[in-house]
């Protein structure tokens, strides 16, 4: 695909559940991709790379100690991570800074019913969050596809739909 081309999919299910003192965003996607091809994208620092809003120092599919590197334009910012649960290909959690984050996939078919859970400090975050995670896993898409479109991250995001992501998830997550 070419990349002016691309545009944000259908919206994911989304929903946020309290915790404590911090709150689980959680995003349900449906992907036309098996499990281990799936796997693969989540963990191979090569993939991530293309798809993430991060870089990755190693392999994600192991448990230990690795550094995620935000990347916004020309700039990158190092936050310490810890892989803490790696089930392939069925789960993977890691913390990324202050962040949480789990992925469990479930076969759906010949694809994998994907669902990101990520802990955040506040509630009024979670539209930017989900329409961030929602941009990177349309491109993760196409990466599986055969039809890479390039990381779409950081301010960038701005220029692919971002704000109004932000603005429907906003408005789909005050729904009771």
């Given at each position: 695909m070419q990349r002016d081309n691309f545009r944000p999919g259908p919206l994911a299910d989304v929903e946020l559940v309290p915790g404590g003192d911090r709150w689980d965003l959680v995003?349900?996607?449906?992907?036309?991709?098996?499990?281990?091809?799936?796997?693969?994208?989540?963990?191979?620092?090569?993939?991530?790379?293309?798809?993430?809003?991060?870089?990755?120092?190693?392999?994600?599919?192991?448990?230990g100690e690795t550094t995620l590197r935000t990347v916004d334009g020309d700039r990158a910012h190092p936050a310490p991570a810890r892989v803490l649960r790696a089930d392939r290909p069925r789960l993977l959690e890691y913390t990324w800074g202050d962040a949480l984050l789990r992925w469990e996939l479930t076969p759906a078919g010949a694809g994998t019913t994907l669902t990101v859970r990520q802990r955040i400090d506040r509630p009024d975050l979670a539209p930017m969050v989900a329409a961030?995670?929602?941009?990177?896993?349309?491109?993760?898409?196409?990466?599986?596809d055969g039809d890479p479109v390039g990381p779409i991250r950081g301010a960038e995001a701005k220029d692919f739909g971002w704000a109004e992501l932000r603005d429907a998830y906003a408005e789909r997550l005050d729904r009771p």
């Open positions: 995003l349900v996607r449906d992907l036309r991709h098996p499990p281990e091809k799936v796997w693969a994208a989540l963990t191979d620092p090569e993939q991530l790379a293309q798809w993430a809003p991060f870089r990755s120092d190693h392999d994600l599919g192991g448990p961030g995670w929602h941009l990177c896993l349309d491109v993760a898409g196409h990466l599986l």
